[in-house]
């Protein structure tokens, strides 16, 4: 697919449901390698998810989404990390995830949230917090006419625990909800319509560094 600007990035339309009263969609993909793009398809999979696991078949389930084909973009540094040994060591340490091509009007008003998935199926912390395992925003209502971002107070970008439960404290992860300049997934023109939301898991890099190469699935959900 032309026009990647991240070397992990994939594209995902099927939806899959949440429980209870909550409706949602959730998109999974393989990372094979930090430099190697990768992409995002829907596949069996056990996934463990706070302290249960949930296992998700492929199409065996429909849900009522608030958009049925978004676009996933990870952003990744180096990071060096130089040892006695080799002084040129690090890793590509993930720094940001965008969701592109999300229709903002027809999900404005519900909760954006991502997370992170190993090699063994397990939820990878990003916050200062153990348990934080979920960034979250709530998509703006009405839809912003500018791009907007958490720096100005604009959004509402929280950690969860795996289970969607609140942690409170300070943030290190800062999020951006775009609707105009160009998709980070793939150079559109973004709208209303067609909107990149990225979150960018610890700008200065002080705390959470994430080797790529631990990432093998990202999944993102929507909630009413």
Same mark, same amino acid.
């Given at each position: 697919?032309? &026009? #990647?600007?991240?070397?992990? %990035?994939?594209?995902? !339309?099927?939806?899959?449901?949440?429980?209870?009263?909550?409706? %949602?969609?959730?998109?999974?993909?393989?990372?094979?390698? *930090?430099?190697?793009?990768?992409? @995002? %398809?829907?596949?069996?999979?056990?996934?463990?998810?706070?302290?249960?696991?949930?296992?998700?078949? =492929?199409?065996?389930?429909? *849900?009522?989404?608030?958009?049925? $084909?978004?676009?996933?973009?990870?952003?990744?540094?180096?990071?060096?990390?130089?040892?006695?040994?080799? %002084?040129?060591?690090?890793?590509?340490?993930?720094?940001?995830?965008?969701?592109?091509?999300?229709? #903002? $009007? *027809?999900?404005?008003?519900?909760? #954006?949230?991502?997370?992170?998935?190993?090699?063994?199926?397990?939820?990878?912390?990003?916050?200062?917090?153990?348990?934080?395992?979920?960034?979250?925003?709530?998509?703006?209502?009405?839809?912003?006419?500018?791009?907007?971002?958490?720096?100005?107070?604009?959004?509402?970008?929280?950690?969860?625990?795996?289970?969607?439960?609140?942690?409170?404290?300070?943030?290190?992860?800062?999020?951006?909800?775009?609707?105009? &300049?160009?998709?980070?997934?793939?150079?559109? !023109? #973004?709208?209303?319509?067609?909107?990149?939301?990225?979150?960018? @898991?610890?700008?200065?890099?002080?705390?959470?560094?994430?080797?790529? =190469?631990?990432?093998?699935?990202? !999944?993102?959900?929507?909630?009413?």
């Amino acid at each position: 697919m032309a &026009g #990647l600007d991240s070397p992990l %990035s994939g594209r995902v !339309t099927s939806g899959f449901g949440g429980a209870g009263r909550y409706k %949602s969609k959730i998109i999974f993909g393989v990372a094979l390698v *930090a430099v190697v793009p990768f992409m @995002l %398809s829907t596949f069996a999979a056990s996934v463990t998810v706070g302290n249960g696991s949930l296992v998700f078949g =492929q199409g065996s389930q429909q *849900a009522v989404a608030c958009d049925q $084909q978004v676009y996933v973009a990870m952003g990744e540094e180096w990071h060096g990390a130089p040892t006695a040994q080799d %002084s040129s060591a690090g890793f590509f340490r993930v720094r940001a995830i965008t969701i592109s091509n999300l229709d #903002l $009007q *027809a999900c404005a008003g519900n909760k #954006l949230r991502i997370r992170l998935i190993n090699g063994t199926s397990q939820e990878i912390p990003i916050g200062s917090d153990p348990t934080a395992t979920v960034l979250q925003v709530v998509i703006p209502n009405p839809v912003p006419q500018g791009n907007i971002s958490t720096d100005g107070g604009a959004i509402a970008l929280s950690y969860l625990t795996g289970v969607g439960g609140g942690i409170s404290g300070s943030l290190l992860a800062t999020a951006t909800v775009n609707v105009s &300049g160009t998709s980070v997934y793939d150079g559109s !023109t #973004l709208s209303g319509t067609n909107g990149d939301v990225t979150f960018y @898991l610890d700008p200065a890099a002080t705390t959470i560094n994430i080797d790529g =190469q631990q990432v093998r699935r990202t !999944t993102v959900e929507t909630v009413q």
